[in-house]
């Protein structure tokens, strides 16, 4: 949709030699067909498109939404589509999470694949982060499982859902754009924060093959009982509602950062929380 002057007389009539619908500049994969075609002479706004595409919007999130938190949970909560060579979540093609060794990879290079993330209850939900597959799986120059793979997606919708059963597109299935390297993260915010518990990231267009890298950008939310407590399992989120933390480095068993299972416990000072200890 644009606004603006047209460029012919006829007001909003279309120049037939002028006019491209779907196109491929080569690099990406893409594909589609076109149904119907509606021209108005104004500049709708974002609720009236949806409601002159018959979209249905998720609902949005009330809260103020000020701060954000990447929210990177562990394997227990992302669930696929298919993976290739049928590995398990958490291993190999199977491992999606922002800062994994490889990247998830699909077992079929289509647009019927998928990611889900559950967030573990209905919250706000602003936005996704992705990478592509790492540049260099381990250190080596060996062809194959040492080599490097020019593998991410370059664009991607999203659905969100209370249950796990019945979906809505955020942005009536808007296409986000996405990764142009292995490595880099980009950050998608939705226009309005949505609520929901479960998020599925569906590729639309890659480079090579399907392998992406996700996390979620999530609504800061006030600590519960001025406690901020980290039980460091599979995840950095906060279990009390605090923000989740950033990993450095890394260690045993897979954890970044951290190899152990105890929780920071940490007090409220001035309304933001702090650590002031681990036990």
Known sequence: CASGSPPIKKSFQMDQGDVTFLRDDGSENTGGSLRRLRVWARTLSQAGMAAASGCTSPPMEKAKCDTLVTLDPGYSAISF????????????????????????????????????????????I???????????????????????????????RVQVSDDGKA?????????????????????????????????RIRPTAWVGWITMRAALLVCA??????????????????????????????????FEMVSGTKGHHC???GGTCRCTGMV
């Open 81 to 124: 589509s298919s993976v290739h060579a049928n590995q398990a979540v958490g291993w190999g093609h199977g491992t999606s999470r922002i800062n994994s060794e490889q990247g998830w990879s699909v077992a079929h290079n289509n647009v019927h694949q998928w990611i889900t993330i559950d967030t573990g209850k209905v919250q706000g």
């Open 126 to 156: 602003a936005g996704v982060v992705t990478r592509g597959r790492r540049r260099a799986n381990y250190k080596g120059t060996k062809a194959g499982w040492y080599g490097v793979h020019n593998q991410w997606v370059t664009r991607y």
């Open 167 to 199: 979906w809505t597109w955020v942005q009536c299935g808007l296409e986000f754009e996405a990764n142009k390297d292995n490595d880099s993260r980009v950050r998608r915010i939705f226009d309005k924060p949505v609520r929901a518990r479960y998020v």
């Open 221 to 254: 939310r006030q600590c519960q009982g001025s406690r901020l407590d980290y039980t460091l399992r599979d995840s950095f989120t906060s279990v009390t509602d605090g923000p989740a933390l950033e990993p450095f480095g890394k260690g045993r068993g897979g």
């Open 267 to 269: 007090a409220s000072q």
